[in-house]
């Protein structure tokens, strides 16, 4: 993201979000934190009988406490969720449960939605049939029942689901040797939550999931009897869920905020996290650097400490002072997401000797992450520079393509095409893109 947790805009717009609209939100991606949450979940991912590479935990910046699964092996994670988080154990226990959902398929199944719409069908037949015998009233209430016992009928099957995934993640977390205790602690947060709006606790009728309470109670008996019950919490792995804690605060709260949560009497490393990111915002580079400089102090090599000091210098317009430490970064962890930091402050200096090196680690970067509009940007500046207009097209077509403007992707690859030679690989991508992109302009035509 911008400021470190390089935020990309890229719009949820096909995400089937639970919370609120999806196009509200936006993914926050940040190096360090992908690289924590594939370690965190990696052990529970494994016991669910998936393969780590293949299941994918993102965070969505949304101050609700929330997560969810929407299509494919991705587990979102609102960043409120992780702001309300007392430990990594508890957020643990928040992707034990959505890795329920994903295995139980319940993004895909439809049983609950296609029996509560049988109802509903059902009663509206009925209902006209009254109606069209003389029987007016009659008639509306037939309707009026049958939607209600739709409705019952689908809040029961969303409650069941999310009773199955419960289980689901205990036993995750029981195979993986990772304690229930902090799921345990979470619903507890909820429980609070929920007492705090008047919820009622002594009924779930009429409510997609089950009380918190009730499914405390269920959990108790399983989690406290398993042997990993009493192990602690891995302090590497705690550790390095504070730090993500405080950037993901510092980045997304107002300073303000983050100053009060994080004043500069705290000496420690979060704190240090944090603060860094709240002076870059307000506009204070040389406060932002010291905090940055104070962490290189505890770890003058530590890949994330120079990728935030080089992304305060670039931004603050510095792009060349940037290089360097970027460059260490992208060396000690072969990140994306910082050589397309680095090659951003590369281009940043507009010193054409540096254009051969930005090409390089660009190019690099979206063979090993395609889904990042800004890299792609960056490679058709690139192109452009150089007077190779073709592939700067084809780079502003995936670019285009991506973040669902079709039109622009499809003039963009048709432009591409006219100067690549047919039968190469980036010819026969563009050809790929034009032919997405018409399919998809087409299905919006029909739908409109």
């Known amino acids: ?220 008996e399983v989690y406290e009897v398993d042997p990993a019950w009493t192990r602690p919490v891995d302090p590497a792995l705690e550790a390095r869920f504070e730090r993500i804690k405080a950037k993901l605060v510092g980045f997304v709260s107002e300073p303000a905020q983050t100053l009060i949560k994080y004043p500069e009497s705290d000496q420690s490393l979060p704190a240090h996290y944090a603060r860094a990111y709240a002076w870059h915002k307000s506009a204070y580079p040389q406060k932002a650097l010291s905090e940055a400089d104070a962490l290189l102090a505890t770890a003058p090599h530590d890949p994330y400490f120079l990728e935030l000091k080089g992304q305060i210098l670039l931004e603050s317009g510095k792009p060349a002072e940037a290089i360097a430490p970027l460059r260490e970064a992208v060396k000690l962890t072969n990140q994306p997401l910082i050589s397309v930091l680095l090659s951003h402050a590369l281009i940043a200096t507009e010193d054409e000797a540096n254009f051969a090196e930005a090409e390089q680690v660009l190019r690099m970067a979206v063979q090993r992450d395609r889904e990042n509009p800004f890299a792609w940007y960056q490679l058709g500046v690139v192109y452009e520079r150089r007077g190779d207009s073709p592939r700067a097209a084809l780079a502003t077509a995936e670019r285009y393509e991506m973040i669902g403007q079709y039109p622009m992707a499809l003039r963009s690859a048709d432009a591409a095409m006219q100067g690549l030679k047919p039968g190469t690989v980036d010819y026969l991508r563009a050809q790929d893109i034009a032919m997405v992109s018409r399919a998809a302009i087409e299905q919006q035509r029909k739908k409109r």
């Open 1 to 220: 993201m911008r400021h470190s947790l390089k935020l990309c805009a890229l719009i949820l717009a096909s995400l089937a979000c639970t919370a609120r609209p999806a196009l509200a939100q936006q993914i926050l991606r940040d190096a360090e934190t992908e690289a924590f949450m594939a370690d965190m979940s990696g052990p529970l991912v494994k016991a669910a009988g998936m393969e780590p590479k293949n299941v994918q935990v993102m965070v969505i910046n949304d101050p609700e406490i929330n997560a969810f699964v929407a299509g494919g092996q991705y587990v979102w994670v609102h960043s409120g969720l992780i702001a309300q988080a007392d430990n990594v154990n508890q957020l643990q226990g928040v992707v034990a449960h959505e890795l329920g959902h994903i295995e139980g398929g319940h993004v895909i199944r439809t049983d609950g939605i296609k029996e509560a719409t049988s109802v509903t069908l059902l009663s509206l037949v009925l209902g006209a049939a009254a109606i069209a015998a003389g029987g007016a009233e009659a008639g509306m209430g037939i309707m009026g029942l049958g939607q209600q016992a739709a409705m019952t009928q689908y809040l029961a099957f969303s409650r069941a689901q999310e009773s199955s995934a419960d289980l689901a993640g205990a036993r995750y977390l029981h195979t993986a040797g990772i304690s229930g205790r902090g799921s345990l602690e979470f619903f507890k947060k909820l429980q609070n939550q929920e007492y705090r709006l008047a919820i009622p606790q002594d009924n779930s009728y009429g409510r997609t999931h089950p009380l918190s309470g009730e499914r405390i109670n269920v959990l108790r």
